[in-house]
């Protein structure tokens, strides 16, 4: 049996190869840190760009609601002034209505526009007095005559 001793010299090798390995590991390690530590960076650079642009993004769209706000706004003006513009058109029908000379589209947008127009419907009423008391004017007039034919 023999027991194999190691020269000082291969000792001095080895302790030298463990001494290069950890140094090559602690130098992998430092650069693994220096990694690590440039990606945070990276992150935190892009978390910033994220919210800027969130920020952004939240101002453009309250921009745009502000915008759309304004145009439906000025749509609702111009359909107020459409619709009294129509009313008052609607309104120059009435005595033609009246009197059944429109035509069946237009007598048919007459009884629409009717329905929801006062002055028109208060005018119709006086229109239809004034027919029922010319009537019974008329009525009175050949009852009176008629009596008269009677008494010759
Ligand atoms: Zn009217």
Do not use: P
């Not at 952004?56 to 439906?72: L, P, S, Y």
């Amino acid at each position: 049996m023999t027991t194999a001793y190691l020269e000082d010299d291969e000792i001095q090798r080895i302790a030298s190869a463990v001494a290069d390995e950890l140094e090559n590991r602690g130098a992998a390690m430092a650069a693994l840190d220096q990694r690590v530590k440039e990606q945070a960076e990276r992150i935190a650079e892009l978390e910033d760009k994220l919210s800027a642009a969130e920020a952004w993004g939240h101002n453009e769209v309250q921009r745009a609601n502000t915008t759309a706000d304004h145009v439906i706004a000025e749509y609702d003006q111009r359909i107020v002034v459409l619709e009294a513009l129509v009313t008052e058109l609607r309104c120059g029908d009435l005595h033609r209505y009246f009197d059944r000379e429109l035509l069946e589209d237009r007598r048919a947008a007459f009884d629409l526009h009717l329905a929801s127009c006062g002055s028109c419907q208060h005018e119709l009423a006086g229109l239809m007095q004034e027919t029922v008391a010319a009537s019974g004017a008329s009525a009175t007039k050949n009852a009176t005559a008629t009596r008269r034919t009677r008494k010759r």
